[in-house]
């Protein structure tokens, strides 16, 4: 895929340069441009490990009796999901589309006991342990083809609704999977002229979903930008970092687990008309470019929230703050 993303750029700056191919290797040479491409090699199996961890608190202020003053009650949770994840180039086209096959080789979610009474019963996201999809990446890091994915996580949805009733949906870490999958090669699939390379302090801009720990269909808008070229063992690493605040809207062809009307159990089944007053983050990513992999990344977001009780008293506000943190990183 490197080879075919190459062989475009340097048509490209032959042209540009009235058809000297000397202009254009010399520009390749320069160091001033870097191609970022996801590469593959056929029998080749990466692995990585993702963590999905947040705490969440929840203040409720109402006034107290007799008096213009309030009360504050705050009730504090966390959570987190661990999935190890393995990918297995199935048919490498370095002029093309790549097929990927991937294996949740395991998943583990846990609760502080405060946000979880399900004793026994596991999350919903955790059935994904042992399955596999395929997909097709092209050497952008685009990912053309998500119908397994899709038809995954719709089917994975369905396990988080109480057995012997679909209207009652349990706390699942469902939206955690999502974004450890759907957007893995984002920040090199969303640069804007790939062929065309990217220098250091160049910046572009992406969206991101929003794992929360209640039913909130959100996204980020992400600015990246090419914050310096290291020198590894491993090869030279693109330090990508990135930055987050909330975006307007949510793209119509980002998944959804699940759909139509349903209650929520757990201690969020309390609230509705969830409202994002902020989001601000921050991440990091290493990629490497002589292999055209990821080798780690770490985000970071705050998101606070207002919320109305299901069951309206006068003068009571919910104030939601998520601190949400999200790892990846390529096991050896």
Do not use: H
Request: glycine share 8%.
């Amino acid at each position: 895929m490197r080879a075919a993303l190459m062989i475009f750029t340097a048509l490209i700056l032959s042209v540009i340069a009235g058809c000297k191919p000397g202009a254009g290797e010399k520009e390749l040479l320069s160091g001033e441009k870097q191609l970022l491409t996801v590469d593959f090699q056929e029998g080749q199996t990466l692995q990585y490990k993702f963590v999905s961890s947040r705490d969440t608190e929840i203040e409720v202020s109402s006034p107290k009796k007799g008096s213009k003053s309030s009360k504050k009650t705050t009730s504090k949770s966390t959570e987190s999901m661990q999935m190890v994840v393995t990918y297995t180039p199935v048919k490498v086209d370095p002029y093309g589309l790549t097929t990927i096959k991937a294996t949740c080789e395991s998943v583990k979610v846990t609760r502080s006991k405060r946000s979880d009474r399900r004793a026994g019963k596991k999350d919903a996201v955790e059935n994904l342990a042992g399955r596999s999809f395929t997909f097709t990446v092209g050497p952008t890091g685009k990912i053309e083809d998500y119908s397994q994915l899709d038809k995954l996580i719709k089917e994975i949805g369905q396990k988080a609704f109480r057995p012997g009733d679909d209207k009652v949906k349990e706390p699942d870490m469902i939206g955690d999977f999502i974004v450890g999958q759907w957007f893995l090669w984002d920040s090199i699939s969303s640069i804007k002229k790939p062929a065309k390379g990217v220098s250091t302090g160049q910046t572009w801009m992406s969206k991101l979903s929003v794992p929360a720990p209640m039913v909130l269909r959100k996204a980020r808008d992400v600015t990246y930008s090419l914050d310096e070229i290291r020198q590894s063992e491993q090869g030279q690493l693109a330090v990508i970092s990135s930055s987050y605040s909330l975006a307007e809207s949510v793209p119509k062809d980002w998944p959804v687990p699940y759909s139509g009307r349903f209650e929520v159990s757990g201690p969020f089944g309390f609230y509705i008309n969830y409202q994002v007053l902020d989001l601000k983050g921050k991440g990091q990513e290493l990629f490497n470019i002589e292999k055209g992999r990821i080798e780690q990344y770490n985000q970071q977001y705050r998101m606070q929230l207002k919320a109305s009780l299901r069951l309206p008293l006068p003068s009571v506000y919910p104030v939601i703050t998520v601190n949400q943190k999200l790892t990846m990183q390529l096991l050896e």
